[in-house]
């Protein structure tokens, strides 16, 4: 069973930079074929797409969070960090880790993010 755990700060300050890592057990990262993905859930709002990073370490943004995103993995603690750079008040959201590209198999609980002064 693969479980996944969302982990970093529950309160950022405007134009800081957020990083959240995700720690991944009951499965490797670098697994041929599988991705590792960021999403996103402002309240009130659908779920929004950030970026995934391949087996292979290939990463793929969401174009309107690309100039911002930066996605990174340590692939001896079996963990991916994302890095959203220059945050305002409409990134605060739940953020979620997950396992696929597009549809996603596996999901971690979810870690709060407000963005605040």
């Known amino acids: 069973q693969v479980q996944l755990q969302e982990s970093g700060p529950g309160l950022v300050k405007p134009s800081q930079t957020l990083s959240l890592t995700c720690n991944v057990s009951g499965g490797s990262i670098t697994t041929n074929y599988y991705y590792w993905s960021w999403i996103r859930q402002p309240p009130g709002k659908a779920l929004e797409w950030i970026a995934y990073?391949?087996?292979?370490?290939?990463?793929v943004y969401n174009p309107s969070l690309k100039s911002r995103t930066s996605l990174s993995r340590d692939t001896s603690k079996n963990q991916f960090t994302l890095q959203l750079n220059s945050v305002a008040p409409e990134d605060s959201a739940v953020y979620y880790c997950a396992r696929g590209a597009v549809g996603y198999d596996y999901w971690g609980q979810g870690t709060q993010v407000t963005v605040s002064s």
């Open positions: 990073i391949g087996s292979d370490d290939t990463t």
